[in-house]
């Protein structure tokens, strides 16, 4: 089973690009990458998905290296509204959130 | 379409009661999981449901245990509450059972609060 670790806490300024980088050491050959967001008293919500190389969607873009051992989510420009929990996740085998990183945006 | 809908969003139990939660995936979904979220252990998975089958279980007491109906509805419920139970109970719904070795897009809810006295 693949366990994920990635930073507690993370701090940026509005307008700054944010890079979370996770690392998933014992990743299976067949596991994806998954990232989701969350805010407060709400449930997480997927922002992007991916197995190698790079993926971008409207939001963010995630890359991972060739031994995908790690992959790190890139949020461009950041602003106030980005303060969130971010969670990575390895697999499928078992849904593990964890803590997540939190992101704190300040102006 | 509506999203997936949890209740109840507030419940308050006492010790060694026991509690019920429901969850209503996005209408054509048909996989269920849950999920523990607390400050100390952070979101911790429960148990997946596809097919009315439990296809995987955290690692959970088994006080904690679900159930999903023939229209993919799920409920979950919980015996001989303790205090350390109290959480933000999430439910989550996919359309299919998940990619090989991927979450897939998981929908949540917004959670049942749960307060043991």
């Known amino acids: 089973l693949a366990k994920t670790t990635q930073p507690i806490s993370m701090d940026s300024y509005e307008g700054q690009e944010v890079n979370i980088t996770c690392s998933h050491n014992?990743?299976?050959?067949?596991?994806?990458i998954t990232w989701y967001q969350q805010f407060p008293s709400q449930g997480p919500r997927f922002i992007i998905q991916?197995?190698?190389t790079k993926v971008t969607n409207e939001v963010a873009s995630l890359f991972i290296p060739a031994d995908r051992k790690s992959s790190t989510l890139s949020l461009p420009r950041v602003s106030l509204s980005d303060t969130a929990v971010y969670y990575c996740?390895?697999?499928?085998?078992?849904?593990?959130f964890g803590k997540g990183t939190m992101l704190l945006v300040s102006p | 379409k509506a999203g997936v809908t949890q209740t109840p969003r507030y419940l308050i139990k006492t010790r060694g009661q026991q509690v019920t939660l429901s969850c209503s995936p996005i209408s054509g979904h048909r996989s269920v999981s849950w999920y523990q979220q607390t400050p100390g252990q952070g979101l911790q998975f429960l148990f997946e449901?596809?097919?009315?089958?439990?296809?995987n279980k955290g690692n959970f007491p088994g006080r904690f245990s679900g159930r999903q109906f023939s229209n993919s509805r799920s409920e979950m419920n919980v015996s001989t509450l303790e205090l350390g139970d109290s959480a933000l109970y999430l439910c989550?719904?996919?359309?299919?059972?998940?990619?090989?070795?991927?979450?897939?897009?998981?929908?949540f809810g917004e959670g049942s609060r749960l307060t043991v006295l």
């Open positions: 991916g197995y190698k």
């Open positions: 989550a719904s996919s359309f299919n059972y998940r990619l090989a070795g991927g979450t897939g897009e998981l929908f």
């Open positions: 449901y596809f097919s009315e089958t439990q296809r």
């Open positions: 996740l390895a697999g499928y085998s078992t849904l593990t």
């Open positions: 014992n990743i299976a050959t067949n596991d994806y």
